[in-house]
């Protein structure tokens, strides 16, 4: 499977020499052999042979800064806030929301989710939702740890507001009652007025969260040799989550804008400091009416905060906010700053993280467009896979960008098994290849049957491809378990995984999720290597939205050039099917909605 996926991307005599390594590989009595059986043990020892193994390779070993390079973000529909306190009163109705949703998960009331399309009925794996709130990404030096505290703990009754880049703990619990919403409100606006303060104001110390892992973690080391620094990180280390109210910030609110403030904040000129990036779920309610989710990855999958986010939204529209005087209001302690004790280095450390902020600011290049010559309807209305069809549509606008097709990475829920997160489906198929080449060479001319036939060969790969991902019968996992038990055993690293091949079959120049909502909001990421495009994407009824990012220091990559291609082969693809609209006898398989990551990141 891994030499097919790999085939037709590489030049002959490259192919020609993995071949070889890969047969000597899979020799009986050879390197595979020994691995696979090592494997084996692992899996009779595990609940989940590849989950640690994933996590570090996927998150914890990575390096890059949070922000755009692996946290995704939920941008929730544009608010109208009649003034400031009106933007307090949303998200102090938000917050009751998340403690109800918190309730739900700690007394185990959230229904178990079964799987759709393929094997539908399957209960899938919950753990995830059990780690929305109570998970921290710690920064290594060389490797991050997911901490997660236990369901329910006392130790995690507060949440942080962000208020002008300063930090502030919001006890949910004051003298053994729960604050209510009318409580929750007071709190906010003591905070706004306490941020306000400018002879109080701490330095920025949110903007450390935003840097390279490493250098976090070195920042970290330098920070927690004073108590008053470690008492800081420690509360917010432990808190349910953070909640950011942002100023306006001055920039026409679209969909692109709004993403973008979701993902990176503006950087520090803005409110890239009024985050702490290392937190699960940061909720942001921006005074301008800018709002959403951004979210640390590690712990869940963009289904699991789709779920969460909805739920809200559902919440915010569907249950009156209570603002009834509350008995407690007057006895309400005054919200808690957090101080943090500066140095010269240290200042000089903050100036550093802003200033390599600002510059991934500069590098995005996002475009969220909204396709609207049609949606899923019609695609299903031809028998096919929305998602195969897009998967598809996507290749073709590479294709027509680059003249060539990349390893693709489309993440595929694994759910189906114990603690399962994702296998990746590798959508650049050779059959994809056939079909965009039918629809581009101008020196042949193929028929509107042949190009209609390699259409269906291609959506029939792709569904197949998806199947065998989410059935655990995907490669990527599978590979990456061989290469880490390798080093487990203390063996050489096997020539398959120092193979130039091997290397580039796992960058991946276009990365891309499918993330539906029942609500109106959208899913963004960024790329996951230097050259290349990050897409997640939306299908609803009559219109498709995609999220397109890429860095603008790349030659290779132009986001608003990608999503023209994708907007004339998308038409090109329609007006094909409406050509020649005679399924084929091999389309049932396509024809089923088959239940995908819906992954937040790039990396779902």
Known sequence: MYLTSIKHLVKEEQYRKTKSIVEKFGE???????????????????????????????????????PVNSNPAMVFPKQDF???????????????????YKERIDTRELPVDFSRGQLAGTPLCMKQYYRLFNTYRLPGLKRDTLIIHETGSTEQEHIIVACKNQFFVLDLVVKEKKLKEMDILTQLEKIVKMAENSEERQPPFGLLTSDGRT???????????????????????????????????????????????????????????NRWYDKPM?????????????????????????????????????????????????????????????TPHIQGLLKASAERLQRLVRDLDMDVHKFEVYGKEFIKKQKMSPDAYIQVALQLAFYRCNGRLVSTYESASIRRFHEGRVDNIRSATPEALAF???MTDQKTSNSDSEKMKRLWDAINAQTNSTIAAITGMGIDNHLLGLRE???????EVPEIFTDETYVASNQFILSTSQVPTTVEMFCC????????????????????????????????TSSAVFIKALDEGLVEMRDLCRKRNKPQSNTAAASKAVEKSQGAGKNE
């Open 525 to 556: 990421y960024g790329p996951v290597v230097p050259n290349g495009y990050g897409c997640c994407y939306n299908p609803q009824a009559d219109h498709l939205l995609f999220s397109m990012t890429s860095f603008h220091g790349s030659t290779e």
């Open 282 to 342: 940061q909720f942001v309610v921006g005074e301008d009416g800018v709002c959403g989710t951004v979210c640390e990855h590690s712990p869940f999958e963009g289904i699991v905060l789709v779920a969460c986010t909805e739920y809200l939204m559902k919440f915010m529209t569907g249950s009156p906010s209570k603002m009834g005087r509350a008995t407690s209001v007057s006895e309400l302690p005054t919200p808690r700053r957090l101080l943090w004790k500066t």
């Open 28 to 66: 009986p009595g050879g390197t595979g052999e020994l691995l696979q059986k090592k494997l084996l043990e692992k899996s009779d020892n595990t609940h989940n042979w590849v989950y640690d193994y994933w996590l570090d390779d996927m998150y914890l070993n990575q390096r890059l800064a949070l």
């Open 485 to 491: 038990i390798s080093q487990e055993i203390h063996m």
């Open 436 to 438: 965009v080449k039918a």
């Open 82 to 100: 009649r003034d400031h306190k009106d933007s307090l009163r949303f998200a102090a109705h938000l917050i009751t929301g998340v403690l109800e």
């Open 215 to 273: 250098e976090w973690a070195q920042a970290r080391d330098v920070l927690i040799k004073d108590s008053v620094n470690r008492e800081s990180l420690a509360v917010i280390q432990k808190c349910l989550c953070v909640v950011c109210l942002d100023d306006p910030s001055g920039m026409e609110v679209g969909d692109t804008s709004r993403a973008l403030l979701m993902l990176h904040g503006g950087g520090h000129e803005k409110m890239g400091a």
